[in-house]
């Protein structure tokens, strides 16, 4: 039985009440839900917690998108690219989907709408030298130029919503109906949208919790021909691109987008993408009229006497949480799935709304609880890396989703989970509303800024990359670590500069990408401001592939700063004298096993003797730090997450800030541990995150220092 009661979410399930009620006491659970594939019966819904309903509000209503087919969402995609090897050549642009999620419009004219794109040129093809054969879903060029490739950007209607689909093919649901997505935008999805709230509300008086997952557009989800995914952009605006979108967007803007502005060579303006100034339009156009829509809803949620919460995820496109219009929504809270620390903050960050939700995991699915397995490896590793983030900033619940039924049969699981809602509730009573102690102010600088806060790096929520681990571990040590954070974009720092208050700015990323930011750097005034900053005494990191983009002799365009640049083969003729390191330094003082770059970059070189060669290995260098007037610059070449690489950035950050000095404060030298203080209440906690004992030396706020030993996972507060 818990020991505590509160700030816990329970999944339940239809004829499953007498275990409910032994979970809600074991647990503490003071909420119920239900999920996707699953009801709440009359029985569980009259049990003394707070009733969660998942509402959808775009999709699972067929009866009403099955008699306004032309309704459905659409989408702009492109075909393969096809090789002509005559002047005529026929395209199957739908070859490579799912032809049960989508079918081409036919509705609106291809000639006006649809875009066919010499890929070789780059040229588009005139609409008078295609046909499109509406039967076979075939597109014919005449004129074709042999030896080039083709694209076909065509609209499609989505006739399947995707996260149903993948839960459909997940857990075997059968000739479970697929559900329609249809457009709000449209004139009698709107109105049905806010008229079925409006009686759905009527019809569920024991429902105190509207669960909105979320409201209209799901982020970009297309599935291949074999009906696994085929492009997922957790980001991505894809879904909302309808043709009374774009002929809206014209009319307020006065300029019409491309299909290509859409498509974007068939990368479709992934979140890597440096975004151009039409897709940022784009961006803010759907943003304001998803909050306008959304805001309605919520007043309907709000006068019959409910709360109205969100699910930061499936259809969260357009509401942009960190974006200057989500507070107008008036939300009363948001709810994401926690997949670390980084995920974590995500949510409990989140400005305007009461409160935030952490569901956390494992998901109570078969693909996870089934004979043989064992779900406490992964629940463990989920709170342990989420715990550090919570010390920092708590969510103000957590809960869990999926069948209940099935981690019931799980005693192991269910017994650690008792001891990890116990332990919540205590680190909140701490923890809410008391600022930690911050060592530092870091400015992480990309394209995106505050818009992206915490969401750097991220392809589908919270899954492992193998091209973006080594950036996205910044993030992760981050979340827990003793530093204030905050999200810059350039053009926040070509409007206002640096912060006054910042000590460090971190740049990292592969070369183009959003994140290292590309040809953004050949602003001169981007670099000047960042250089004069750092001169006159601020720090930069950089990782990976920072400030880069091939200009003026240099490829990492802050290479002065950093001390290092990357060799591209243009100056193989130029002698690299510089390859000692040191045998010692600040950054590498805890540093007990060998480095981890992760997927780390090559080719790097010092650009004189004051660089200082950090680490150097495979004629290559990997870490450096240069002083820059009075301020100081570093450079990694790549940081995956670890509690070793935690502290590896925690000294890099101080050492580029000039705060050495400052080091050894609240801080605990055995990389397994971690020290958080708040001061506010006097209070303070030192962490083993690790599920052996350890023992450290702890130093308070003063410097002074004593041995501490501490059980697997404990958390000591004083």
């Known amino acids: 039985m818990s020991k505590t009661k509160g700030r816990v ?79 005529t050549l026929s395209i199957d642009f739908l070859d490579g989907y799912y032809r049960e999620q989508v079918v081409a419009d036919y509705v609106h004219d291809p000639k006006k709408w649809w875009e066919i794109i010499d890929r070789t040129t780059g040229g588009v093809v005139p609409a008078s030298d295609w046909e499109v054969d509406q039967e076979n879903d075939l597109v014919t060029i005449k004129n ?10 065509f609209f499609v209607y989505a006739i399947w919503d995707p996260t149903q689909m993948y ?89 019409a987008l491309r299909p290509e502005d859409i498509v974007d060579n068939g990368y479709y303006n992934s979140t890597f993408r ?19 829509k959304a805001k309605e809803l919520v007043a309907l949620t709000h006068e019959a006497g409910r709360e109205a919460m969100m699910f930061l995820g499936d259809n969260w496109i357009g509401t942009e949480p960190y974006g200057p219009y989500f507070e107008s929504i008036g939300l ?28 956390f995991l494992p998901y109570f699915f078969p693909d996870t609880f089934y004979e043989g397995n064992d779900p406490c490896i992964e629940a463990v590793d989920n709170w342990l890396s989420a715990r550090r983030a919570l010390m920092r900033n708590p969510v103000d619940r957590i809960g869990y989703g999926g069948y209940l039924s099935l981690a019931y049969k799980f005693p192991k699981f269910v017994d650690y989970i008792e001891k990890v809602t116990d332990e919540f509730r205590l680190i909140y009573d701490n923890v809410k509303g008391k600022k930690p102690y911050c060592g530092l102010k870091v400015g992480i600088l990309n394209s995106w800024g505050k818009i992206r806060s915490w969401q750097p790096y991220m392809v589908a929520h919270a899954l492992w990359y193998k091209q973006t681990y080594s950036y996205f571990g910044i993030l992760e040590s981050l979340s827990g670590a003793a530093v204030d954070v905050q999200f810059l974009s350039f053009d926040d720092i070509r409007e206002n500069g640096v912060p006054a208050d910042i000590d460090v700015i971190i740049n990292a990323g592969d070369a ?50 950093m001390g290092v640049d990357k060799e591209l083969g243009f100056t193989l003729s130029t002698d ?41 290995s495979n004629n290559e260098v990997h870490m450096a730090s240069n002083r820059y007037g009075k301020g100081r610059g570093v450079y990694i070449s790549g940081l995956p997450y670890s509690y070793e690489n935690t502290r590896l950035l925690m000294r890099a950050m101080f050492y580029a800030a000039g705060k050495e000095d400052q080091y050894h404060i609240w801080y605990a030298d055995n990389l397994n541990c971690e020290v958080n203080a708040y001061p506010e209440s006097g209070k303070y906690a030192i962490l083993n995150n690790s599920n052996e004992t350890q023992t450290t030396n702890f130093y308070d706020g003063d410097g002074n220092c004593e041995s501490i030993t501490l059980e697997p996972c404990e958390i000591l507060w004083r």
């Not at 074709?144 to 950007?153: D, I, L, W």
């Not at 109105?191 to 569920?204: C, E, G, H, P, S």
């Not at 440096?274 to 306008?292: E, G, L, N, S």
């Open 274 to 292: 440096v975004p151009t100034k039409a897709y940022r339009d784009y961006m803010d156009f759907i943003q304001r009229f998803v909050a306008k």
């Open 512 to 561: 183009g990408t959003a994140f290292s930011g590309g040809e953004e750097w050949l602003d001169e005034k981007l670099t000047t401001t960042i250089r004069e900053w750092v001169y006159n005494g601020g720090g930069f990191l950089g990782v990976g592939d920072p400030t880069a983009v091939h200009h003026g002799g240099r490829f990492f365009q802050l290479a002065d700063i």
């Open 332 to 359: 009363d809270a948001v709810v994401g799935s926690v997949g670390g620390g980084a995920t974590l903050r995500l949510i409990s960050d989140i400005p305007g709304v009461k409160y935030t939700e952490g569901r």
């Open 167 to 255: 839960n459909h093919i997940t857990n075997d649901w059968g000739d479970k109906p697929h559900e329609i997505p249809f457009d709000v935008r449209q004139p009698n999805s709107g109105a049905f949208a806010k008229d079925y709230l409006k009686q759905w509300l009527i019809d569920n008086p024991s429902t105190d919790v509207v669960r909105f997952t979320t409201f209209f557009y799901h982020f970009t989800l297309v599935f291949n021909a074999d009906a696994k995914e085929k492009f997922v952009d957790w980001f991505g605006y894809g879904a909302t691109v309808s043709i009374k979108a774009l002929e809206e967007f014209e009319e307020e803007y006065g300029y």
């Open 9 to 87: 979410t329970l999944p339940s399930e239809s004829n499953f009440l007498e275990e409910t009620k032994e979970m809600l006491d074991r647990w503490g659970a003071d909420a119920l839900r239900d999920s996707d594939g699953t009801k709440l019966d009359d029985d569980i819904k009259s049990l003394d917690a707070k009733i969660y309903t998942t509402y959808f509000v775009a999709r699972g209503h067929n009866e009403f998108a099955k008699q306004h087919m032309d309704e459905c969402q659409q989408m702009l995609l492109m075909s393969k690219h096809n090789l002509a090897t005559g002047d």
């Open 576 to 616: 690299k004298y510089f390859k000692t390191a040191l045998d010692a330094h600040f950054i590498t003082e805890d540093r007990i096993s060998d480095f981890d770059f992760g997927e780390s970059k090559h080719d790097i070189y010092a650009l004189s003797a004051n660089t200082e060669i950090i680490e150097y």
């Open 144 to 153: 074709a130029k042999p030896f080039h490739e083709y694209t076909v950007s």
